[in-house]
C-alpha cells in the first residue's frame, strides 16, 4: 500500500499484498493477527484484524510507541487490515457472506488513511471502492422467513471520522484492548501484548512486572468483572474515539481510562436533550433520561454512532440498560403507551392510553403541552375527531414521573 494518501491505491485487494491468497484469505507473512477485549459493533459482522508494522532499523521511530494508558503511536507505513463477514442464516451463524475488507494506513505526516474493498460474489477478489455504498443483504431466520438487512460500506472520507487525530487515528490497538489472549495459527496460546513484547515490535521491553499490572477492558459476558467495569468498557470500545476531550461538543469523556467519578457522565446534563424532561447522560436508574442509552438504541436520526449502522445491538443495550438500572436512584416510571399509533386516518378514531403500573396515574393533554399533574387524568378512550397531539405523562407518590409519550393524530385531514 502506498505510504500517502494522495498516491494511487490498488484497485484490487489481491493488488495490494495483504493476503498471499486472496480467495482464500491466507494473510501474509508480514500480517499479525490480533483480538480485541471488546470489539466495536458492526451491525452483528464477524471479523478479523491483522497488523503489519514496518522492518525496524534499530531505532526507537522504526517501532510501535508503547504505552500503558491513553494511544500507541505507530511507525510510518504501518497497515491495519480488518475483514468483514455477515451470517446469512441465524441457525448456522458459520455460513458467512464475505462483505468487505479495510485497510488503514498510518502515513508519513502523523495521519491515517483509510480504504475500502467490497468483495465479489465469487470471493475471487474484492475491489476497491471510490465512496461509500449501501447494500441489502438477505438473511435467513431461525423461522424459516427471511429479512433484510442493510449493510453500509465507508468512503475514504467516512474513515476519517471516527479515526481522528484527537483519537490518535489507530482506534482500537492499544493496551487495554490486545490485554488478552489469543491462540495463534503456530498452536501457541500467549497474551498478545507479551507476544508484541517478545517479537520486538515495541519501544521498550516491557518487564513480567509490568505486563501483569496492564489494564484490560471487560468483556460483556465476562461476570469475573464487575458490571460497572463492562459497561464502561463497552462506552470506551464503542464511543470514546469521538467522546474524549478535544472531541465531540458533548462534555463526557467515555475513555475507561478516565475514572468513572471524572466522566462526566453520571447525572451531567446534554446540550441535546431530545425533548426530555431533565435529561442527563446517564440518569441513575433511569433509562429513560440517559441520553446515551436512549441515542445507543434508537435507529432513528438520532443514533449513535451516526455512521455505518443499521442494527441496533441488543445485547450492548441489555448491559447498559442493567448497568443504569443498578445505578443508586429514585423508582421511575416508564412512559404511557399511546394506542393506536400516530399517523394519518381518514375517519374519527378512539385513543386509549395504558399504563404497566396500575398504580400510576396518567395525566394528558391535547393541546401541545406537557402534561402536569393539574392537567385532565386519563379514565376513558379519547375520541378524536381532528388533527390532534395526544400527549401522556404517568404520576405515583414515590416515583419519578415519567417522561412525557407522545403521539400525533392526523384525523379527518384528506
Given at each position: 500500500m502506498p505510504a500517502v494518501g494522495t498516491e494511487p491505491v490498488p484497485p484490487l485487494l489481491?493488488?495490494?499484498?495483504?493476503?498471499?491468497?486472496?480467495?482464500?484469505?491466507v494473510p501474509s507473512s508480514g500480517l499479525i493477527p490480533y483480538e480485541?477485549?471488546?470489539?466495536?459493533?458492526?451491525?452483528?459482522?464477524a471479523k478479523k484484524r491483522?497488523?503489519?508494522?514496518?522492518?525496524?532499523?534499530?531505532?526507537?521511530?522504526?517501532?510501535?510507541?508503547f504505552e500503558e494508558t491513553g494511544e500507541w503511536r505507530f511507525p510510518n507505513g504501518t497497515v491495519f487490515v480488518k475483514h468483514f463477514e455477515l451470517a446469512t442464516n441465524e441457525s448456522h451463524p458459520e455460513l458467512r457472506r464475505r462483505l468487505e475488507t479495510r485497510l488503514l494506513v498510518r502515513d508519513p505526516i502523523g495521519g491515517v488513511y483509510g480504504v475500502t474493498y467490497k468483495w465479489r460474489a465469487d470471493n475471487s477478489d474484492a475491489d476497491l471502492l471510490s465512496s461509500n455504498l449501501s447494500e441489502d443483504v438477505l438473511i435467513q431466520t431461525t423461522s424459516?422467513?427471511?429479512?433484510?438487512?442493510?449493510?453500509?460500506?465507508?468512503?475514504?472520507?467516512?474513515?476519517?471520522?471516527?479515526?481522528t487525530r484527537n483519537a490518535g487515528g489507530v482506534l482500537g490497538v492499544k493496551t487495554r484492548q490486545l490485554n488478552c489472549d489469543l491462540r495463534y495459527d503456530s498452536g501457541v496460546t500467549?497474551?498478545?501484548?507479551?507476544?508484541?513484547?517478545?517479537?520486538?515490535?515495541?519501544?521498550?521491553?516491557l518487564s513480567e512486572a509490568t505486563l501483569a499490572k496492564l489494564p484490560a477492558l471487560a468483556h460483556t459476558d465476562d461476570k469475573t468483572r464487575t458490571l460497572e467495569d463492562?459497561?464502561?468498557?463497552?462506552?470506551?470500545?464503542n464511543c470514546a474515539h469521538c467522546h474524549r476531550p478535544g472531541g465531540t461538543v458533548a462534555s463526557f469523556d467515555l475513555r475507561y481510562d478516565t475514572p468513572l467519578p471524572q466522566q462526566g457522565l453520571l447525572e451531567a446534563p446534554v446540550l441535546i436533550d431530545e425533548g426530555i424532561d431533565h435529561a442527563r447522560a446517564v440518569a441513575p436508574n433511569d433509562i429513560w433520561r440517559s441520553i446515551i442509552y436512549l441515542r445507543a438504541?434508537?435507529?432513528?436520526?438520532?443514533?449513535?454512532?451516526?455512521?455505518?449502522?443499521?442494527?441496533?445491538?441488543?445485547?450492548?443495550m441489555a448491559l447498559l440498560r442493567e448497568w443504569i438500572q443498578s445505578l443508586p436512584g429514585p423508582p421511575v416510571l416508564e412512559p404511557p403507551?399511546?394506542?393506536?399509533?400516530g399517523t394519518s386516518y381518514d375517519k374519527p378514531i378512539e385513543v386509549a392510553i395504558k399504563h404497566s403500573d396500575s398504580g400510576a396515574v396518567i395525566h394528558y393533554t391535547v393541546d401541545g403541552s406537557v402534561p402536569t399533574s393539574s392537567d385532565a387524568v386519563y379514565e376513558k378512550p379519547l375520541q378524536l375527531t381532528n388533527p390532534t397531539v395526544v400527549r401522556a405523562k404517568a404520576f405515583k407518590h414515590g416515583f419519578t414521573k415519567s417522561i412525557t409519550a407522545q403521539e400525533v393524530f392526523i384525523v379527518g385531514a384528506h
Open positions: 489481491s493488488q495490494t499484498g495483504a493476503f498471499s491468497d486472496t480467495p482464500r484469505l480485541l477485549n471488546v470489539a466495536f459493533w458492526s451491525d452483528g459482522a491483522w497488523i503489519a508494522v514496518p522492518k525496524t532499523k534499530g531505532s526507537a521511530g522504526d517501532k510501535i510507541e424459516g422467513t427471511v429479512r433484510t438487512q442493510t449493510w453500509y460500506y465507508p468512503s475514504r472520507q467516512d474513515c476519517l471520522t471516527c479515526h500467549d497474551n498478545q501484548i507479551r507476544a508484541w513484547n517478545h517479537a520486538g515490535l515495541f519501544d521498550r521491553k463492562r459497561a464502561r468498557s463497552y462506552l470506551d470500545a438504541s434508537a435507529l432513528d436520526s438520532i443514533k449513535m454512532p451516526p455512521l455505518a449502522r443499521n442494527q441496533v445491538d441488543e445485547k450492548g403507551v399511546i394506542s393506536p399509533r
